[in-house]
């Protein structure tokens, strides 16, 4: 099992900026990629950001830009930097680690951490 800590979350003003942390812990071996996700009420659970072991990264094209995925392989954590932030940004921010070990591939989430833009 692997168990994801996120941190930095809160409220913040459009235009400002908040870092989110995620630290992995448990069975770590086999994390390939990390990331974050975000979830508004209603609505489905949509990829922000991710980063592989050797640093690929992917954005969504509502973040690209803004937003930059980070990660230290030796600590098995992972931030996310978010700047210029929107009103649109306000949403509960979800951790994500996917470990492959030969063909078992499993995916972690962390417990989700509250992010609010006012406008």
């Known amino acids: 099992q692997v168990q994801l800590v996120e941190s930095g979350g809160g409220l913040v003003q459009a235009g400002g900026s908040l870092r989110l942390s995620c630290a992995a812990s448990?069975?770590?071996?086999?994390?390939?990629?990390m990331g974050w996700y975000r979830q508004t009420p209603g609505e489905q659970r949509e990829l922000v950001a991710s980063?592989?072991?050797?640093?690929?990264?992917n954005y969504a094209g509502s973040v690209k830009g803004r937003f930059t995925i980070s990660r230290d392989n030796a600590k098995n954590t992972v931030d996310l930097q978010m700047n210029s932030l929107k009103p649109e940004d306000t949403a509960v921010y979800y951790c994500?680690?996917?470990?492959?070990?030969?063909?078992?591939?499993?995916?972690?989430w962390g417990q989700g951490i509250q992010v609010t833009v006012s406008s």
């Open positions: 994500n680690a996917v470990r492959t070990i030969l063909t078992n591939v499993n995916a972690y």
């Open positions: 448990g069975s770590t071996f086999g994390i390939n990629i």
């Open positions: 980063i592989t072991r050797g640093g690929t990264t």
